[in-house]
């Protein structure tokens, strides 16, 4: 089984990536919209994916095709395979429906936001409803990413030895704050998914705020549009 992949990133299809890697090999592996958006100025450049290999159904069950899907960190696999185990959303359909961060999908399921989740691909109002009640209370743990899908987190640094979609302690600092953030601005009675988006965009900012009061001090602002 492919866990994880590291390679250079050669081109970006429509639904795939094509990751060259030692050797010569070139593999195309599935990804979510969000995931081929992030990685759109990476082309040429090292990068690290998590994976998961599993055969693809065709011709009614007659044959199987080997597939290999890609996702930036673990968190986003994860979900992956809990978005699966709802009834009607296969491998394809959950990779399509991924077209937005996981924290902000899991946001929506959380506050039951129907509505949201209908405009991803491939959700209609049936399996949206059907989404929140088998995964409602599962989704906790995809919350606080926010930080980790952050623009900079997808690139192989060499100089610094770290790898992409990996969690240094920066990283677990940056989701810490992030979560208690979130949870600070739904207590004054913000909506869960704005929230994550708002701590989000204040965190992408080159002078990133380095505590809670500053987040919200800096949301506040993106809020006003100042």
């Known amino acids: 089984m492919i866990a994880k992949l590291t390679g250079v990133l050669d081109d970006i ?13 070139t593999y195309e592996v599935l990804a979510p919209a969000y995931t081929a958006g992030r990685l759109g100025a990476s082309i040429g450049q090292t ?26 960190t673990a968190d986003d696999k994860a979900f992956f395979q809990l978005l699966t185990t709802v009834k009607g959303i296969g491998n394809r359909k959950a990779l399509r429906a991924m077209a937005i ?8 399921i959380a506050d039951r936001d129907a509505a949201l989740l209908q405009s991803l691909p491939d959700v209609g109002r049936r399996t949206a409803d059907t989404i929140i009640a088998e995964l409602s209370g599962k989704v906790d743990a995809f919350l606080h ?23 240094s302690g920066a990283d ?47 949301v506040y602002k993106i809020k006003a549009g100042t």
């Not at 961060?101 to 929506?108: C, V």
Request: no cysteine; glycine share 10%.
């Open 47 to 72: 990068i690290t994916l998590h994976t998961l290999y599993y055969l693809q159904s065709e011709n009614q069950g007659s044959s199987f095709i080997p597939r290999l899907a890609g996702f930036l």
């Open 13 to 25: 299809r429509q639904a795939s990536l094509l990751v060259r890697v030692e050797g010569g090999l």
């Open 101 to 108: 961060a996981t924290s902000q999908i899991a946001a929506a």
């Open 172 to 218: 677990q600092g940056g989701r810490s704050l992030a979560r208690e953030s979130v949870e600070v601005l739904v207590q004054l009675g913000e909506n869960r998914l704005q929230a994550l988006r708002w701590v989000e965009e204040a965190l992408a900012a080159k002078d990133r705020p380095g505590d809670v009061q500053a987040i919200l001090a800096r």
């Open 145 to 167: 990413s926010a930080a980790g899908s952050l623009p900079g987190a997808v690139v192989d640094t060499a100089a610094s030895g770290s790898t992409a979609g990996e969690t």
